[in-house]
C-alpha cells in the first residue's frame, strides 16, 4: 500500500502487523517507510518465529510484528551477491530490499546467506492498550483522510472487556471538559454531524462525526495517547 502517511514509521508498523497476521508462515514481506534511507541505519531480514519475513530497514518498522509474532532471529543485510548490481543512495527498496525479498521467497534458499544476526534492534514505543475500572487506555494510530477519523490501537476485544455494548457510551476528555461518545454500529446511528464510537473495518475503536471530520472539530492527531472513561468525570 501507498495509504502510510509519509515518514509514520508507527502507523506503518501497525499496518504491517494487521496485514501479515492473515498470511500463512513462509511469506514474505518486503516493506519500507524510511526517512533515513541510504544513512547507516542497518537494512536488515527479520524472521519471525512465525515464520514470517519482513525485509527492511532497521529504523523501528518491525517493531508490532517483532512484538505480535516473537523473534527467531535478526539478519544484517550484508552479502551483496543478492543485491542489484547498481544501488543506488534514495530507492534501496528497489534495488536491495527487493531483490532480497526474490531470493528469500525462494524455495529453499537460506536466509544466513544474507549477512551476520544482530542481538538487538531498532523499536518503536507504542502505548498499550489497557482496560482498567475506570477507562480504556490506547493510542491514536490514524487520521483516516479525507474523512478526519480516528482510528485507535484499542480492539474490539478490549471493548468488549469493558463492558460496552452499542448504545452505551465512554466520555473524552478534551480541554477540560468531558465528552460523551456514543458506542454506535455505523456512522448512520447518530444525527448528522454528531460524533460516535464504532469498530472499523480491522477491528479497532475508532471514532468519527456522521458526515463531518473528526480530527479538524476535535484536534485529534495521529500518535497520541488516548484515555476514555466509562463513566463522566464531571
Same mark, same amino acid.
Given at each position: 500500500t501507498h495509504e502510510i502517511p509519509p515518514f509514520d514509521t508507527h502507523f506503518a508498523s501497525f499496518v504491517l502487523y494487521e496485514s501479515a497476521?492473515?498470511?500463512?508462515?513462509?511469506s514474505v514481506f518486503e516493506a519500507v517507510v524510511d526517512p533515513g534511507v541510504g544513512t547507516s541505519r542497518n537494512p536488515i531480514l527479520v524472521e519471525t518465529r512465525s515464520g514470517h519475513y519482513f525485509i527492511g530497514q532497521d529504523n523501528g518498522l518491525f517493531?508490532?510484528?517483532?512484538?505480535?509474532?516473537?523473534?527467531?532471529?535478526?539478519?544484517?543485510?550484508?552479502?551483496?551477491?543478492?543485491?542489484?548490481t547498481q544501488v543506488t543512495s534514495t530507492f534501496q527498496g528497489r534495488d536491495l530490499f527487493a531483490s532480497v525479498a526474490g531470493w528469500v521467497s525462494k524455495r529453499g534458499f537460506d536466509p544466513a546467506k544474507l549477512g551476520v544476526e544482530l542481538s538487538t534492534m531498532t523499536n518503536l514505543q507504542f502505548v498499550e492498550s489497557v482496560v482498567d475500572p475506570t477507562a480504556i487506555i490506547g493510542q491514536v494510530m490514524r487520521v483516516e483522510e479525507p474523512y478526519g477519523n480516528i482510528w485507535t490501537n484499542i480492539s474490539e476485544a478490549d471493548v468488549?472487556?469493558?463492558? %460496552?455494548?452499542?448504545?452505551?457510551?465512554? +466520555? *473524552?476528555?478534551?480541554?477540560?471538559?468531558?465528552?460523551?461518545?456514543?458506542?454506535?454500529s455505523t456512522f448512520g446511528d447518530?444525527?448528522?454531524?454528531?460524533?460516535? %464510537?464504532?469498530?472499523?473495518?480491522?477491528? +479497532? *475503536?475508532?471514532?468519527?462525526?456522521?458526515?463531518?471530520?473528526?480530527?479538524e472539530v476535535y484536534g485529534i492527531t495521529a500518535g497520541q495517547?488516548?484515555?476514555?472513561? %466509562?463513566?463522566?468525570?464531571?
Open positions: 497476521k492473515v498470511w500463512p508462515a513462509g517493531t508490532m510484528p517483532e512484538e505480535k509474532f516473537g523473534v527467531k532471529r535478526n539478519i544484517r543485510l550484508d552479502n551483496k551477491e543478492y543485491f542489484r468488549t472487556r469493558a463492558g %460496552l455494548t452499542p448504545g452505551t457510551s465512554l +466520555y *473524552l476528555e478534551l480541554e477540560g471538559e468531558d465528552m460523551e461518545l456514543p458506542y454506535k447518530v444525527e448528522k454531524g454528531s460524533p460516535l %464510537l464504532y469498530i472499523n473495518s480491522r477491528g +479497532y *475503536l475508532s471514532m468519527a462525526v456522521n458526515m463531518g471530520n473528526f480530527s495517547p488516548l484515555r476514555l472513561f %466509562l463513566f463522566s468525570i464531571k
